[in-house]
Structure formats: structure tokens, C-alpha cells
């Protein structure tokens, strides 16, 4: 079976989340990661003995699959530019700032025949996977979501940030 050559283009608090799944995959060659902080993209490369970059274009020709894990507002430029040259995506949500871009996407990656597809992690939460044998039709739901302060996802409202994850769920 051919091994599946990916990249990850974003190596921050959750793009190097990425790279660890990868590099621990048997059918997977992580052969390099990109990020514009370049001991950042050293340091994530270094650990999972694989290459680093400082720009996402070095991995063009290189990857059959890409993680797109940059600032949302990025999103959309990124992803196109691995679709436009080949590349099957994983874009962490939100998938772009707009539903027009998001469109986009989703119409140049099928007018390609490539894959697009958006990571909603919390699908797999194993209380979220419990609660579907339990909760079969919910008359009412109310969600709570409990955390510290992180300075990160404040580059887009708090719904496509952390209630999209709520959203999807249900």
C-alpha cells in the first residue's frame, strides 16, 4: 500500500497536535511542516524527525495531503493554493471567515475531484460519541463550555471559534 505523504502548515498549540497524530500513523510519511515562526517549525520538525519550512510553498509537489492549522483569517488563501496545486486539505475550523469562501472552496476542491474536509475534533470527544446512544431525540439543549483564558482564536467571533463545536455536535 502506497504511504500517504502529508504535511502540516501551522505548527502552534494546535497544529503540532497535528503532527504528533502523523508521525505516529504506520501508513503516513510526515515529511515536513511550515511554519512562519521558523524555531517554532524547527523545534515540531525536530521532534517528529521530519522537515521544516518556513513558507507552506516548499511542501507543493512534496504532500498528497496537507493540515491546514494557520489564523483562520488565512484559511481560505492557504487552502486554495494546496487545492490549486493538487493537494487533498484538512482545514481546522472554522473552515474560512466567510460562507462565501468556504463555497469556494468546497466547489474548486469537487470541480477537482480533491478532498476537503473541515476538522470538527469534538465529533470523536468519547462523551460526545456516549451521549449519542443515550440522547436520541432532545427536546431542549442547552450547552456550557468551561475553560481558562487562552489567547488564542481571537481572530474570529467566539461562534465560529468554540460554539461551531456545540453547533456541529448537535
Do not use: W
Amino acid at each position: 500500500m502506497k504511504r500517504l505523504r502529508v504535511g502540516v502548515v501551522g505548527v502552534g498549540y494546535l497544529g503540532r497536535f497535528h503532527a504528533e497524530k502523523y508521525a505516529s500513523m504506520d501508513a503516513v510519511d510526515l515529511v515536513g511542516v511550515a511554519d512562519t515562526n521558523m524555531s517554532q517549525a524547527a523545534s515540531i520538525a525536530g521532534k517528529y524527525r521530519t522537515t521544516a519550512h518556513s513558507t507552506y510553498q516548499d511542501l507543493f509537489g512534496k504532500v498528497d495531503a496537507v493540515s491546514i492549522v494557520v489564523p483562520t483569517p488565512s484559511h481560505f488563501a492557504v487552502a486554495m493554493d494546496f487545492l490549486e496545486n493538487d493537494v487533498d486539505v484538512l482545514i481546522e475550523k472554522p473552515m474560512t471567515t466567510t460562507l462565501e469562501e468556504a463555497d469556494e472552496l468546497i466547489r474548486f476542491a469537487d470541480s477537482k475531484g480533491l478532498i476537503i474536509q473541515v476538522g470538527h475534533l469534538e465529533r470523536f470527544n468519547p462523551a460526545v460519541i456516549a451521549l449519542q446512544d443515550i440522547v436520541a431525540k432532545p427536546m431542549f439543549i442547552e450547552s456550557h463550555r468551561l475553560s481558562i483564558y487562552k489567547d488564542r482564536g481571537t481572530d474570529v467571533s467566539v461562534v465560529l471559534d468554540l460554539m461551531i463545536h456545540d453547533i456541529d455536535i448537535i
